[in-house]
């Protein structure tokens, strides 16, 4: 496992990707199903031909520039292990200041209702909901899809009674004023 890991990150670097081992090592645990800790310990062991062919896939969607979290499945966003695919961007780390204000705002201003505009993955109004757990979260996206996959999200991090989705242009499907209105629009 360690030289596989080694071999794939040479290999990611080689076509200029960035963090080229951090790269290797999600995707390696993904293909094995493994937390960090479990494949630092499995590093000594030999690889299975079936999960090395499971892994070069994966690389190989990596070289052709598709984005890791899409690979996995997941991306990490304000300490919460989100779903993305396709149908939603990725949450940017540089969201997570976003997140950290609106939290300020919220345990000064309780009770609160939100908007978070163009909610995406829901990651935003997640991140929200967890902190704030007085706050009542509308998450609006004109993209169904994009509510599809905040909608599996939100269940996931059990925030279904705090935030509803709304499907909509901008603010136009809030059926109520708001105190706080958050966006990360790209």
Do not use: C
């Not at 499995?42 to 899409?70: G, M, Q, S």
């Amino acid at each position: 496992l360690k030289e596989t890991l080694r071999r794939a990150a040479q290999t990611l670097a080689s076509q200029n990707i960035e963090e080229p081992h951090l790269e290797a090592e999600l995707l390696l645990r993904h293909a094995l199903g493994l937390s960090k800790e479990q494949l630092y310990l499995r590093l000594e062991e030999e690889i299975d031909p079936k999960e090395a062919r499971d892994f070069t896939v994966l690389v190989e969607r990596r070289l052709r520039r598709e984005p890791t979290a899409y690979i996995t499945g997941h991306r990490e966003f304000f300490g919460l292990d989100l779903y993305v695919d396709e149908r939603v961007l990725i949450p940017r780390p540089e969201t997570e200041l976003l997140v950290e204000k609106a939290i300020e705002l919220g345990k000064v201003l309780p009770p609160l209702l939100i908007a978070e505009v163009g909610t995406g993955s829901g990651a935003i109004a997640i991140a929200l909901a967890a902190h704030l757990p007085q706050a009542k979260i509308y998450a609006l996206d004109l993209s169904p899809q994009a509510l599809e996959v905040a909608a599996i999200n939100r269940r996931q991090h059990g925030a279904t009674g705090q935030m509803t989705l709304l499907q909509g242009d901008m603010l136009a499907p809030l059926p109520e004023p708001v105190d706080l209105i958050v966006a990360n629009l790209p």
